[in-house]
């Protein structure tokens, strides 16, 4: 099992971008899928993005394609959450989270078996 710390989060302006960093524990983060998600206050948590184990493959939601980019250096066991052009709607707290799926392109928050304690993202209009 693997553990998982966010951080990078912090307040921004409409139109900015911050780089969240995943940072895991544990020798088998290679083997582990990664994803993004994020809770805004009174809502459900939200699929953002995940990558397969490899790093060869990604996938998005749909309002975060063209504007966030996931990636991973399996030999620093980090995952990363580029996000550029980011508007107020974004503001939520933003977990990572990481599945044994490693070959799928997991997006419901069952398919993940751990998760970080979350980094809070603010954007001002």
């Known amino acids: 099992q693997v553990q998982l710390v966010e951080s990078g989060g912090g307040l921004v302006q409409a139109g900015g971008s911050l780089r969240l960093s995943c940072a895991a524990s544990?020798?088998?983060?290679?083997?582990?899928?990664m994803g993004w998600f994020r809770q805004a206050p009174g809502k459900g948590r939200e699929f953002v993005a995940t990558?397969?184990?490899?790093?060869?493959?990604?996938s998005y939601v749909a309002s975060a394609k063209g504007r966030f980019t996931i990636s991973r250096d399996n030999a620093k066991n980090t995952a990363y959450l580029q996000m550029n052009n980011l508007t107020p709607e974004d503001t939520a707290v933003y977990y990572c989270?990481?599945?044994?799926?490693?070959?799928?392109?997991?997006?419901?928050?069952?398919?993940?078996?751990?998760w970080g304690q979350g980094t809070q993202v603010t954007v001002s209009s």
């Open positions: 989270a990481a599945s044994p799926k490693g070959t799928y392109f997991n997006t419901s928050p069952s398919d993940f078996s751990a």
């Open positions: 544990g020798r088998t983060f290679s083997t582990y899928a």
């Open positions: 990558i397969t184990a490899s790093g060869h493959s990604t």
